[in-house]
T-cell receptor
């Protein structure tokens, strides 16, 4: 069975602060994919990143960075110099890479509020 | 760009009504999904389909059914709507295979209120 835990239900920061959203997962699969999605107030989930389990290289995209650590089963997401437009619910998800299952398991989401 | 559209953004129905939620994707994806999203519970999978006329139950299929007569369209049906089905419904699609393109793409959601 798979499980994704986003322990932070809601985070509130002031603009320009750095913020890290935690994601911890459990799986018995040896290969898997990890995802982050952003859901702004408009409601549509927007894909942010996909990471393979065999690629532990961290990734940076502008103000966004992701820290994947297989040893601690974590895939944390950091926003540097947060902006009001970053306010959204962020979901972490896990999906097996083999076995024919296309069903990801989502965490419950972290609501990020960035105050001006 | 992948486009997943849902027939309504907001819907208000009465208890006992039959409700149809439509989802259409334009990228020839094999897999389609219906989720409901409730505060504090995240996304929960209702049904999914990996091919035309094929369907599989997700985690919470009770009270719902689905139809996939064409590859691009996946319908969610509430046979007799109840107040506990008031929720945000999200449709998603993804291609087959295990390459870099197998990410799920989501529609804008339908906020259903059952009175």
């Amino acid at each position: 069975a798979q499980k994704v835990t986003q322990a932070q239900t809601e985070i509130s920061v002031v603009e320009k602060e750095d913020v890290t959203l935690d994601c911890v997962y459990e799986t018995r699969d040896t290969t898997y994919y990890l995802f982050w999605y952003k859901q702004p107030p408009s409601g549509e989930l927007v894909f942010l990143i996909r990471r393979n389990s065999f690629d532990e290289q961290n990734e940076i995209s502008g103000r966004y960075s992701w820290n994947f650590q297989k040893s601690t089963s974590s895939f944390n997401f950091t926003i540097t110099a947060s902006q009001v437009v970053d306010s959204a619910v962020y979901f972490c998800a896990l999906r097996p890479a083999s076995g024919g299952s296309y069903i990801p398991t989502f965490g419950r989401g972290t609501s990020l509020i960035v105050h001006p | 760009d992948v486009k997943v559209t849902q027939s309504s953004r907001y819907l208000v129905k009465r208890t006992g009504e039959k409700v149809f939620l439509e989802c259409v994707q334009d990228m020839d994806h094999e897999n389609m999904f219906w989720y409901r999203q409730d505060p504090g519970l995240g996304l929960r999978l209702i049904y999914f389909s990996y091919d035309v006329k094929m369907k599989e139950k997700g985690d919470i299929p009770e009270g719902y059914s689905v139809s996939r007569e064409k590859k691009e369209r996946f319908s969610l049906i509430l046979e007799s709507a109840s107040t506990n089905q008031t929720s945000m419904y999200l449709c998603a699609s993804s291609p087959n295979g295990q390459g870099v393109t197998d990410t799920q793409y989501f529609g804008p959601g339908t906020r259903l209120t059952v009175l």
